[in-house]
């Protein structure tokens, strides 16, 4: 398998906090990498760097061979890199189609002037856009909420709107940040289906995920951070043994499952 996506030595420091300390992880094209800790171990910290939304203090992230540390995050996404965040950033106001046309737009050329005069290309691609849309909202199962307003979607549906939106970009590689995060069981249990399926479509998955059922049972990879090191990286069942991880994480708290 070939690396995909690398971090080298990335550092992030706020003043005199590093958050994110001299961190080394290579995800292979078609993994899915399941990054854990504890609260404050640095893991949005280091979405945010490889995501461009932080410039590190200290290393570099390399996606297919490029370079991208300095990259603005609209760059980073153009790349072939897309994400969810912790708190859901829906336009609560559109369709669960609108909201995932926005990730698709990315990829139009249509400027200013196209769009004004609403000329044949512009209609092109608009339509283009919103059948791509559709066959994503289809892939990930909520081809029933089409024209649904994104605020009145129940909860499981609107992280999964996120996650189609992400899709729609045609990412090499999907970062999620806490995708069960309010979930029930069953919502869980469908996106780990989902993270599955999207991974055998060709996409890599990087996650950071509380739920040990669901970090443990859905990656193939698993990198812990504590104080902003990485203190483990193995398969699951190498990690869930490691006396370092216990320590630090799995044995603070019994997890929900």
């Known amino acids: 398998?070939?690396?995909?996506?690398?971090?080298?030595?990335?550092?992030?420091?706020?003043?005199?906090?590093?958050?994110?300390?001299a961190v080394d992880m290579a995800i292979n094209q078609g993994e899915i990498r399941a990054l854990i800790g504890p609260n404050g171990a640095g893991k949005t910290t280091l979405f945010n760097v490889i995501s461009g939304i932080y410039i590190p203090t200290g290393g570099q992230v390399y996606l297919d061979g490029e370079e991208i540390t300095k990259?603005?995050?609209?760059?980073?996404t153009a790349r072939g890199i897309a994400r969810t965040f912790?708190?859901?950033?829906l336009f609560n106001q559109l369709s669960s189609?609108?909201?995932?046309?926005?990730?698709?737009?990315?990829?139009?050329?249509?400027?200013?002037?196209?769009?004004?005069?609403?000329?044949?290309?512009?209609?092109?691609?608009?339509?283009?856009?919103?059948?791509?849309?559709?066959?994503?909202?289809d892939f990930v199962g909520m081809s029933q909420y089409v024209e649904t307003q994104?605020?009145?979607?129940?909860?499981?549906?609107?992280?999964?709107?996120?996650?189609?939106?992400?899709?729609?970009?045609?990412?090499?590689?999907?970062?999620?940040?806490e995708p069960c995060a309010g979930m029930n069981p069953t919502e869980k249990e469908d996106l780990m289906i989902l993270i599955r399926k999207i991974r055998d479509s060709?996409?890599?998955?990087?996650l950071v995920e509380h739920n040990m059922r669901v970090a443990m049972g859905v990656s193939d990879m698993v990198t812990v951070l504590d104080y902003g090191k990485k203190i483990s990286e193995d398969v699951p069942e190498i990690v869930q043994h490691d006396p370092l991880v216990i320590e630090a994480y799995?044995?603070?708290?019994?997890?929900?499952?």
């Open 150 to 177: 994104a605020a009145n979607l129940p909860y499981g549906r609107k992280r999964v709107l996120e996650i189609a939106r992400a899709l729609a970009s045609k990412p090499k590689i999907i970062m999620l940040d």
């Open 202 to 206: 060709g996409v890599t998955v990087l």
């Open 97 to 137: 189609l609108d909201n995932v046309m926005v990730g698709r737009h990315i990829h139009t050329n249509s400027n200013i002037v196209s769009t004004f005069l609403h000329t044949p290309k512009m209609k092109f691609e608009e339509e283009k856009c919103r059948e791509e849309s559709l066959e994503v909202l």
């Open 71 to 76: 990259l603005r995050p609209h760059q980073v």
């Open 250 to 257: 799995l044995g603070k708290e019994e997890e929900e499952v």
């Open 86 to 89: 912790q708190n859901l950033q």
């Open 1 to 21: 398998m070939s690396v995909l996506l690398e971090a080298k030595s990335v550092t992030m420091q706020f003043g005199g906090l590093k958050a994110v300390d």
